[in-house]
C-alpha cells in the first residue's frame, strides 16, 4: 500500500531564516505530487506540483521554491522566510487516478 | 473562474441527528468531486469521489450525492467520533495537471 511522509511535524522559525520542508511517498512510482497551504481560515491553496523527476510548475507567485530531486520525493524551500509564510503545509501524491491523497502535514510558525 | 462554496461554516448536532452538508460549485467541465474528512492538526483524509450528476457514494454513515451544481453530504445518526471539518474540492478541465479547488470547509461537532 501507498504511503506519504512529511517532516518535520512542527517547525518554529525566525523571520530571514531559510527553510526545507520534506515529502516523501512510498508504495507507487512516478506520482504526481503537490504542496498546498492551508491558513487559517482559508480553504488550501495549491503551491506547486509535479509530473515528474526535475520538472517543476507553481501556482502562485510567492517567497518559496521546489524541487523534486527523486521520483518520490518533493521539497519546498525558503532562502528568507516572512511572517505571511505561517500556515499548514501539506504534500499529496496522485497515480493515474484523480483523487489525491494528503500527507500529515508541516505545521509552521515564523517569529 | 473555478470557485467551491461550503454551507454551513459549522454545523453542531446531538448525536443520532442526522444532517447535511452543502458544496455548491461552479467549474468548467467537472473532472471529478471529492469529499475529504480532517482532524485538527493532521491532514485530509479521502472520502469519495463523484464524477457525473446523479451519482451516489456510500461509507458507513455517510453517503455523497452529486448533481450538476452541488454536491450533499448526508450524515445519517452521526456520532462524536464523527466530529471533523469536512471539505469539498472540485476538480475542472480547465485547471493546471491535477489541480483541486478547495471550499473552506464544514467544521461538524457531534455532541452525545
Known amino acids: 500500500s501507498q504511503t506519504i511522509h512529511q517532516w518535520p511535524a512542527t517547525l518554529v522559525q525566525p523571520v530571514g531564516s531559510p527553510l526545507s520542508l520534506e515529502c516523501t511517498v512510498e508504495g507507487t512510482s512516478n506520482p504526481n505530487l503537490y504542496w498546498y497551504r492551508q491558513a487559517a481560515g482559508r480553504g488550501l491553496q495549491l503551491l506547486f506540483y509535479s509530473v515528474g523527476i526535475g520538472q517543476i510548475s507553481s501556482e502562485v507567485p510567492q517567497n518559496l521554491s521546489a524541487s523534486r530531486p527523486q521520483d518520490r520525493q518533493f521539497i519546498l524551500s525558503s532562502k528568507k522566510l516572512l511572517l505571511s509564510d505561517s500556515g499548514f503545509y501539506l504534500c499529496?501524491?496522485?497515480?493515474?487516478?484523480?483523487?489525491?491523497?494528503f500527507g500529515p502535514g508541516t505545521r509552521l510558525t515564523v517569529l | 473562474e473555478d470557485q467551491v462554496t461550503q454551507s454551513p461554516e459549522a454545523l453542531r448536532l446531538q448525536e443520532g441527528e442526522s444532517s447535511s452538508l452543502n458544496c455548491s460549485y461552479t467549474?468548467?467541465?467537472?473532472?471529478?468531486l471529492f469529499w475529504y474528512r480532517q482532524d485538527p492538526g493532521k491532514g485530509p483524509e479521502f472520502l469519495f469521489t463523484l464524477y457525473s450528476a446523479g451519482e451516489e457514494k456510500e461509507k458507513e454513515r455517510l453517503k455523497a450525492t452529486l448533481t450538476k451544481k452541488e454536491s450533499f453530504l448526508h450524515i445519517t445518526a452521526p456520532k462524536p467520533e464523527d466530529s471533523a471539518t469536512y471539505l469539498c474540492a472540485v476538480q475542472g478541465r480547465g485547471g493546471s495537471q491535477g489541480n483541486l479547488i478547495f471550499g473552506k470547509g464544514t467544521k461538524l461537532s457531534v455532541k452525545p
Open positions: 467549474v468548467s467541465g467537472l473532472r471529478g
Open positions: 499529496a501524491w496522485t497515480s493515474g487516478a484523480r483523487t489525491q491523497y
